[in-house]
């Protein structure tokens, strides 16, 4: 675990290396576009100590997370090159995560939007861009 007391920051990071250069950050509680750059900095922080080159983001349990999404996909993927990141939200959110993809992608980092764990951990797995 990582991140500041959800009591002080608003949210809190769960951090897990399943494999290699595998590493999954679970967020929870609330989010803001400040929050969201601090989020982004942890799990930023984190990678690189752990050497992971694919991340998964699961952002279902952050609430207030619409408008935040592009900065945590952003400032995430920003200090590490050839980072390749999956968002896990909710089927009800995925047109905002599919704007933030948009506009991760557009910067050119390699990053998709899932509604689904299992596709995105499918995804992280696979040489497909």
């Given at each position: 675990?990582?991140?500041?007391?959800?009591f002080s920051m608003g949210y809190r990071i769960d951090f897990s290396?399943?494999?290699?250069?595998?590493?999954?950050?679970?967020?929870?509680?609330?989010?803001?576009?400040?929050?969201?750059?601090?989020?982004?900095?942890?799990?930023?922080?984190?990678?690189?100590?752990?050497?992971?080159?694919?991340?998964?983001?699961?952002?279902?349990?952050?609430a207030d997370r619409v408008g935040t999404l592009g900065e945590l996909?952003?400032?995430?993927?920003?200090?590490?090159?050839?980072?390749?990141?999956?968002?896990?939200?909710?089927?009800?959110?995925?047109?905002?995560?599919?704007?933030?993809?948009?506009?991760?992608r557009s910067l050119g980092y390699d990053v998709r939007a899932f509604?689904?764990?299992?596709?995105?951990?499918?995804?992280?797995?696979?040489?497909?861009?």
């Amino acid at each position: 675990m990582a991140g500041l007391p959800s009591f002080s920051m608003g949210y809190r990071i769960d951090f897990s290396t399943p494999s290699g250069e595998m590493m999954r950050a679970t967020v929870s509680g609330r989010s803001s576009l400040r929050y969201a750059a601090c989020i982004a900095r942890d799990i930023a922080e984190q990678a690189a100590q752990r050497a992971a080159k694919r991340l998964l983001i699961d952002v279902r349990a952050l609430a207030d997370r619409v408008g935040t999404l592009g900065e945590l996909l952003i400032a995430t993927c920003a200090p590490a090159h050839g980072c390749r990141v999956a968002l896990v939200d909710t089927a009800e959110y995925e047109r905002y995560a599919m704007f933030s993809e948009a506009a991760a992608r557009s910067l050119g980092y390699d990053v998709r939007a899932f509604d689904n764990h299992t596709d995105a951990l499918s995804w992280l797995a696979s040489r497909e861009r």
